[in-house]
């Protein structure tokens, strides 16, 4: 990975943990990257029932189930409830635009509180 797309990267996570440190998650913030054991990009970030672990990604390529597995390893490492992916919606530049992609396990987790 290259210095442009890993500033790209770092911009997009920035983007998404201000509009949600904005929007009722005050501790929202990006994470230090902490290699196999890194536990997602953006975190403070969750519900009364546990934290939840946001992948960020900002490209043209979509690859759901690389992305998907990589969320699943940082929830576990962080013992979140769930993982979320929030993806880059081209076009649109504005963070609640953007696109956020889960399992239907993370989906249920999210909404009852407890995993399946």
Request: charge should be positive; proline fraction near 2%; glycine fraction near 12%.
């Amino acid at each position: 990975m290259t210095a442009y797309h890993r500033q790209k990267g770092s911009s997009f996570e920035r983007l998404i943990a201000d509009y949600l440190k904005a929007n009722g998650f005050p501790f929202a913030d990006r994470r230090v990257k902490n290699g196999a054991k890194d536990r997602g990009d953006v975190g403070g970030v969750g519900t009364d029932a546990g934290r939840l672990v946001l992948e960020c990604k900002n490209t043209s390529k979509i690859s759901l189930g690389t992305w998907a597995t990589e969320a699943e390893t940082e929830r576990v490492n962080d013992e979140a409830l769930a993982g979320v992916i929030v993806h880059k919606r081209h076009g649109k530049g504005k963070a609640g635009q953007q696109w956020v992609t889960m399992t239907v396990d993370d989906l249920v987790a999210i909404l009852t509180g407890k995993r399946p």
